[in-house]
């Protein structure tokens, strides 16, 4: 294939991803079905996996497949004829076609890793274990001098940062030394050319001549800092067995290779964006505890800019503007951002499959802030937009009528749960939260049955919101407003029992209540863990250490709480998260009311003012290294509380992970 007409295919094949990011995947898939290129297949395989990830179809991943299998196929054919062609670009012969082999490689370990199953996460394994060693090499080929000559979306000084470009620089050149030795590259041979085109650190000369050379820099970056990242998130037990094999992740260089292909103008780049997105979005969302909040949404706002100008009807675009405002408490206008983008009379353009994402982020929102009757509709909106758990939906919503006291809707959504699941076993296998949700129900029943009330009516045995209890999971309660966490303790602390732990925020249970609302310890258990979360949300570090403590404490021993054993280690995970939320507070407390003209940065020092001593930086690495490693061994509890028999332990899995990056990140911060 000539020069010419390679461009020709890559722009073509362009078109249709422009249409893709524009939400129109209609006319995407008729720009990619026009020719049979591998940039075209690839197209195909991209819309039909972005339609089965984001719809979570599961049914459309053997689709994908297919496609994928195919642009791969067609992307070997291609590498062996540039080997004997004349050079079109200044980089290796065939390299572009040798990254549209490795993408498609990637996205086919991406598919079976949605299955979130053991036996996908090892499929995905042995698929990245061929992508690491194609990237690897094509990494070392673009860019033997590291990243660091290379802008990325925010490039402005970072002060609350130390320089990483050592550590960066450092990080690829160990990495490359160690994939050399992963115990599957005997299976993928060949040594990395010698033909390095790079610029050298420092130089400008990074501007690409054409649309195959600007692929080659964004899609090595792209593929490089991609399988890193998946890599570095995988469950802790797959993870072993990747040190085992050999191989060694690296998240820090993972984002900075990502964030150099986001700032070009490839496809790549977009998704490179919008890995970025998704990275950021769940970690600040899930993790709990940023190190550097301003940072991460600063990178992350960057990046939906660039998007949003290019393509500002894309629902993945409009997606991640809600989040950044949800992130930062502008929760009603993240919540009309939503809104807008989910308005039918928007655009003549669909990606449905994109859409569902808007819908889905919006019934948490509205969930967050207690409006239980619109997010109730939009969960339930959600099951005419894709097939992924409807009996995860029902029961959500279920529980947002049980908090309107609509106690006969709510039982009328509980009632359909069992078909909707028995459904799905014809296609394998109960989700996570499906297999949660069956044995709460069985427990809502039982419980009706001993109190001496009918079965059929086991919602009246509910006394804790099922909405507010599955949101445990998606880490809801953490950044909702103060008003809101205290009508949550106020609702929670007037179940009987008493509490035996008190603070200035809680009630008593009335005292004509004869029977305790909450007679089992897994209730018990569950409301101290609420209690724990929404105290350390209002600033009550004091009471939430002790209702997190109570909710480990109970749920560990004994032997009395039978059904939420997952609550021990979610407490503990939250435990590691007051850890560092305390000292922060308490940092950002006296800084405030340090006089500015006396904090030294990064230097701890007594002054005195007014005849008072203060500390000018309150905190310093002393501190905040007690304060991490509390939190880091009380993270190794949580993970070893966290076994595959633990309801939804591959999220707590994920979380701790993601805590560890930050942990990780605060420590270079400070110097310990």
Partial sequence: MSAQDTDAQLQSAAKGFDHLFANDIDAARKAFDGEDSPFHLLGMGVCAFLQAALGMETGLMAEASRLLSLSEAGAKKHIKNAKSGKPAHRFTPGIEWEIMQADAVVLLALTHALSESYKGYMQCLYEMNSAHSRFTKLYKTVYP??????????????????????????????????????????????????????????????????PVEELVLSGTAFGYGLFNLVFSLLPAGIRGVIGFLGFTHDRKLALQALAVSAARTDVHAVFAGLVLMTYYGVVLLLAGYQADEAHIIKQYQA?????DSRYPTGALWILNRAKILRMRGDVDDAIKVLQDGLDPGKSQASFPQADTLLAFELSWTLLSQRRYQEAADTFMRLTGLNSWSHATYYFIAAGCHFSLGDLDKAQELLDQIPELLNGRKISGRDLPTEVFIKKKIEFYKAKQVRRGGDEVRFVEAISISPAEEIALFWNTHQRIPHEVALEHIREWSSLGPALDITSQHTSQPSPDNKRPALDTADELVVRSLLLGITHRTVGDFKASREYLVDAHRASTSGGQVKINTWVGGVAMFELAVLDLKEVQAKEEEMALETPPEIQLNGVAAEVVVDGEPVLAVPAGAGVWALALKGASEKLDAALALATRDTDLSSRLDSRITMLRGEIATKKEMVGC
Avoid at 303 to 307: L, N, T, Y
């Fill in 303 to 307: 990046i939906v800019d660039k998007a």
């Fill in 145 to 210: 001098a590291g990243l660091q000559a290379y802008s990325t979306p925010s490039t402005s000084p970072q002060p609350s940062r130390k320089p990483s470009n050592d550590s960066i620089q450092s990080s690829a050149t160990a990495q490359s030394a160690r994939s050399g030795g992963s115990f599957f590259s005997r299976w993928y041979s060949g040594s990395p050319s010698t033909k390095t085109l790079a610029p050298p650190p420092g130089s400008a000369q990074n501007q690409a001549t054409g």
